[in-house]
């Protein structure tokens, strides 16, 4: 099996427990009672953001592989963990405001998540600007990997800047009861979605690795 | 050459390093200061931006100082990007890079000296944007003048030592001019955020222990990206 | 002492270096033929220390302060005068300061140009910046000589020159290394020819008593296309 197909296997599975936690979610969980039914988005709400900071985080450290050893696998896996990244922060960011609207009243609201996933957004969007700027490989990849690093970098600093600014300018109740102190069933319900999301990462990653192995080959093929 | 690289004969030792440093942002400054196009227009822009500023704001409505660090660092982060892109652009002009590259300096000295360059030319338009936001907005800036410095020169370093860093990466690619804020934005938030926060205590005339947070934020920012910057430059401009 | 072993780099799918090997000594001037892509300004970018190859080892005895590149473009700063940009060039190489004002006077004698040693290189005409890049070229005394396509956008009168200089400068106990595409330059300076195609060196020998006409021939039919008689970018083709 080739690994377009792998990917492509694993990203339906993906998919289709998506379904289910979307299923468990509403049917199955139990409702928020301060938040009502809305909340519920927060079990994919979440997740979603989780796996973009885990993709700036591979991007990162593969970025550092890469430059210690110059091996183009490293650059490629960087790149599909940066275009899937891209993906789950524009969920994120699209299922942030449909959530906080009927919470809040408001469209955006510079919640802790949503600020950090806007950060990723953009580091990811510069990420693949800069990519699709530069056409010579070697050197792509090596400017990639620089500011792969670099946005590794930053991620503690975009944590800690909000953290400050909120302590500081108190916001509006946030939902968030933190993993544990989640009643059972509901935690139930965030890891499951969790890992999910993980397996969609997994797949999505794979498959978008699989393309771009293609296109070099025909790039080559063509050269 | 092989593996005298590292013996790079007389490059690499930190007082080497500091002089090629000087060497190379002293004919910098130079180069800025005869030709001073590049001065000239980033202190005009500066101006300009502070004047659309004033222009843009009701003058009846409650005074400016809630906004006043806002208006501040938004000018001087504008400001700082323009000085960036011109830093390696020089370079430029009859491929003296590759003769930098060519001479047995080691790389950390060229992004030290650019650096040092940038923060000079940015620290030069500031000092004449700074007066002018204080007659602009009618800041107090009475006796907080000293550590207004401090806090101008700190966001400063971080902006510029990634910027440095970036517009060495921007120059081979497309669109330089766009790529260059795209790129750096994000990174400057951190730093911009403290910079605020700390410039409106400042100008209220709270004691600073009230933002010690953002200071310390601020000074690991600008020790961690000088080091990361330093450490990942010779990627830049390696072929 | 100026060597390569097994040299290969590649970028991307193009092979530029692909095996070459070599060894020169102080007093050798080796012309490098071959044509666009064939690898000659990675090699000397490999000699100069600009590249890592990607496999293969390059020394140069004296490490980068010993080499001295002449590309294209001048490496000269406009606002600055020759001798400004002599004396920056001098100190990055570490020469001491006397010694590198008296060098900078030396050759601005030797090159006709010491009334221009204060004027701004923007300035300059097209010669006088030709016999700048070349002072700046030599400011810190470079035992290797590296020249990549130096002729380039020069008309035959400029080119001339150009090589007359060279002429006085080569042979003087340094290596000189010409990379150009044009077979008809810089064959008279040559101790040795070779031929450059796909990353390979097709042909490495002293020239010998071959005369120019001989070498262009013996190029057309190594490597297999016109070695030069047509027109190049920026250059006015001019016969005879």
Known sequence: MTLAQRGRIVSIVG???????????????????????????????????????????????????????????????????????????????????????????????????????????????GYLLMRGAVSEPTLRARYSAVLGICGLVLLPFIHLSVYLFRTLHPQPIVLKPSAPSLPGNMLATLLFSFGVFTLLYIGFVTQSYAISLQHEARAAANA | MGEEESGKGNGSSVGDIL???????????????????????????????????????????????????????????????????RAFQLELENQALDGLLVAPIS??????????????????????????FVLFFNVPIGGVLLPLIAVIALATVGFVSVGTLFSAMVIRTRFAELMLPVLLLPFLIPPLIGAVQMTAALLEGRPLSEVQGWLRLLAAYDIFFLAVATILFPNTVNE | MLSGENLQHAFGPVRALDGISFALTAGQTLALFGPNGAGKTTLLKVLAGLIEPQGGTAQVEGGRAAVGWIGHQSHLYGYLTVRENLLFWARLYHVPQPQAMRRADELLARLDMTERGDVQVRVLSRGMMQRATIARALIHDPKVLLLDEPFTGLDLAAAAEFRELLAEFAGTGRIIVLATHNVDEGVELATDIAFQSRGRFVHFAPRGNRSAPEIAEQYRRMVGIDGGRGKREGERVERG
Not at chain 1, 23 to 34: D, G, I, S, Y
Not at chain 2, 59 to 67: E, K, W
Not at chain 2, 109 to 127: C, D, H, P, R, T
Request: aromatic share 14%; charged share 15%; glycine share 4%.
């Open chain 1, 15 to 125: 998919l289709a427990l998506l379904a289910a936690v979307y299923v468990r979610a509403l049917a199955f969980t139990p409702v928020e009672r301060f938040q009502g039914e809305a909340q519920k988005i927060f079990y994919v709400h979440v997740p979603a953001a989780w796996s973009a900071m885990l993709a700036m985080g591979l991007v990162g450290c593969s970025s550092i592989l890469y430059l210690i050893m110059k091996d183009p696998r490293y650059d490629r896996f960087a790149a599909a963990s940066a275009e899937v990244g891209t993906a789950f922060s524009l969920v994120m960011l699209t299922t942030g405001p449909l959530w906080a609207r009927p919470i809040w009243g408001t469209w955006w609201t510079w919640d802790a998540r949503l600020t950090l996933t806007l950060f990723l957004f953009f580091l990811f969007l």
């Open chain 2, 19 to 85: 002089r090629d440093a000087w060497t190379i942002a002293r004919k910098d400054l130079i180069l800025e200061f005869r030709s001073r196009t590049a001065f000239l227009s980033a202190a005009v822009f500066t101006a300009l931006v502070l004047t659309v500023f004033n222009f843009g704001r009701d003058p009846t409505a409650v005074p400016t100082l809630d906004l006043a660090p806002s208006i501040l660092w938004v000018t001087f982060t504008f400001a700082a990007m323009l000085a960036l892109n």
């Open chain 2, 107 to 132: 790389l950390q000295s060229l992004y030290l000296a650019k650096l040092i360059a940038n923060l000079v030319f940015v620290g030069v338009v500031q000092a004449v944007g700074l007066p002018l």
